[in-house]
């Protein structure tokens, strides 16, 4: 699986963003999905995940309520709408799959430990 993200750019506070993740291939539906984030001088840090089938999600704390994950299997696409932007939350945004996952397996991961496949990051910048 290869991944490529977009969407990132520069914003206000406040503002709101949508990446994009595109994955080649037809097997995109058989992987879960996640977003993480690395700002400078930090570690990488989870920000949000989906089941294969967008059925369950999970946020990081510093995220909830102002993020929302989405997928388009048919369209091969998983998103992140970001909304209410804070400054701290500037950084290169990475999409990533863990898989292909069993049809009956409907949880999300959250430790990257745990993806297979990264993209090479989009970048977002959030000025106050």
């Known amino acids: 699986v290869q991944l490529q993200a977009s969407g990132g750019g520069l914003v206000q506070a406040g503002g709101s963003l949508r990446l994009s993740c595109a994955a080649s291939?037809?097997?995109?539906?058989?992987?879960?999905m996640g977003w993480f984030r690395q700002a400078p001088g930090k570690e990488r840090e989870f920000v949000a995940a989906i089941s294969w089938s967008g059925g369950s999600t999970d946020y990081a704390d510093s995220v909830k309520g102002r993020f929302t994950i989405s997928r388009d299997n048919a369209k091969n696409t998983v998103y992140l709408q970001m909304n209410s932007l804070k400054p701290e939350d500037t950084a290169v945004y990475y999409c990533?799959?863990?898989?292909?996952?069993?049809?009956?397996?409907?949880?999300?991961?959250?430790?990257?430990?745990?993806?297979?496949?990264w993209g090479q990051g989009t970048e977002v910048t959030v000025s106050s």
């Open positions: 291939g037809r097997t995109f539906r058989t992987y879960a």
């Open positions: 990533a799959a863990s898989g292909p996952v069993s049809p009956f397996d409907t949880t999300v991961r959250v430790a990257a430990k745990r993806y297979d496949y």
